[in-house]
């Protein structure tokens, strides 16, 4: 008797299907890929999540619009463009809320912490491994005359612009590449593999020996997991950019006098740095354009050429095959779920059906 109550609270403790189904979504929030998730759609999970924060940002606005014309004391012409003006504002919050919320921004930038800050630990080894090479492109380019001639007259904000330029590059190579990769897992759901991916996620223990093969990934799917991929890349590509810029700030504070700046930059007089005033500003901003055109290069380089695929792109497309082997153990279970097929012996009823919504309220 005692073992059969034994059986009955083991079971009792248990999470039934619907729990485990509605954990790996939770999974899929936090992973920054919440359009994996079976139905995802605005009315139903975007909206929901942003209505907690829409209400007290309408207050706000409405308030700050207040005080100003209770202060400034405007015209009507004046209230009028204050009450649009905080309109605007409002519904820009609103598109900016309801985009990251539908693609997962915050915990996807979250993600770039954690794993920037891994970068950064391990930086001695990533930049050991990386500087070398990308040293052999950019060396010879520190000394040329006519960049610094450029880098003299161009202005910070132009410089941004090159690499944020560089970091689009970086995107739609990226890009090109996710394509084949999800292509290659989804055509590979051996076992074993389905298994690895599953530890440490609501689905462990969960995966069966043939799973069936998923539906095809729609292009709001794909621009989700591209946004993961891009992320990872660039993140890696600015710690190995960050120590290239290190490197040349400091071979130009060695090698770089003034008299050799007065013949580089052709002028006596060259704008010194703000916040190193003995450094030349075309050093600075010479060391950041070299460092960003090396960062694309080392990006792009680790998803092309053999050797630097296994060392830097394999661990940072790991991440997104193991969110599609998930994904095709969750979808394979749900689907069972759906259709009334026992799942371990469990009978497979889902009642009134996963209150994904409701899910997605608690993130």
Not at 57 to 83: I, N
Not at 296 to 324: K, N
């Amino acid at each position: 008797m005692s073992g059969v109550d034994d059986d009955a609270l083991r079971e009792s403790r248990e999470p039934n299907l619907d729990q485990i189904i509605r954990r790996t979504e939770r999974w899929f929030v936090r992973q920054g890929v919440p359009n994996l998730v079976a139905g995802y759609g605005f009315r139903r999970h975007v909206l929901p999540r942003m209505a907690s924060f829409l209400g007290p940002a309408a207050l706000l606005a409405a308030a700050a619009a207040g005080v100003f014309v209770v202060v400034a004391r405007p015209g009507p012409t004046g209230v009028l463009l204050t009450g649009l003006v905080a309109l605007a504002g409002f519904l820009a919050l609103v598109a900016v809320s309801a985009l990251a919320t539908a693609y997962g921004i915050v915990p996807l930038a979250v993600q770039a912490m954690r794993h920037a800050i891994a970068d950064m630990r391990g930086s001695v080894r990533l930049q050991g491994r990386a500087l070398p090479t990308l040293l052999f492109v950019t060396f010879f380019l520190f000394f040329t005359g006519e960049l610094w001639q450029l880098m003299n007259h161009l202005a910070w904000g132009k410089l941004v612009l090159v690499l944020v330029l560089f970091a689009a590059v970086t995107v739609f190579a990226t890009s090109a590449r996710l394509r084949g990769e999800v292509d290659r897992v989804e055509h590979d759901l051996n076992p074993n593999r389905l298994d690895v991916a599953c530890v440490g996620t609501p689905l462990e223990g969960r995966s069966r020996a043939t799973v069936a093969t998923p539906a095809p990934l729609s292009p709001r799917q794909e621009t989700n997991l591209l946004l993961v991929l891009a992320t990872r890349q660039l993140v890696q590509a600015a710690v190995v950019g960050l120590g290239l810029f290190a490197f040349f700030v400091l071979l130009g504070a060695i090698v770089v006098d003034d008299e050799v700046a007065n013949i580089w930059i052709g002028e006596q007089e060259w704008h010194r740095s703000v916040v190193l005033p003995w450094l030349p500003s075309a050093l600075l901003r010479a060391a950041a354009l070299l460092a960003g055109f090396a960062s694309m290069y080392f990006a792009i380089t680790s998803m092309t050429q053999t050797e630097h695929r296994q060392e830097f792109f394999e661990p940072v497309i790991g991440d997104v095959e193991r969110m599609l082997a998930v994904r095709a153990v969750y979808l394979d279970l749900r689907n069972r779920v759906d259709s009334g097929q026992p799942v371990d012996g469990v009978p497979g009823q889902r009642g009134d059906g996963i209150d994904t919504l409701h899910v997605h309220q608690q993130e």
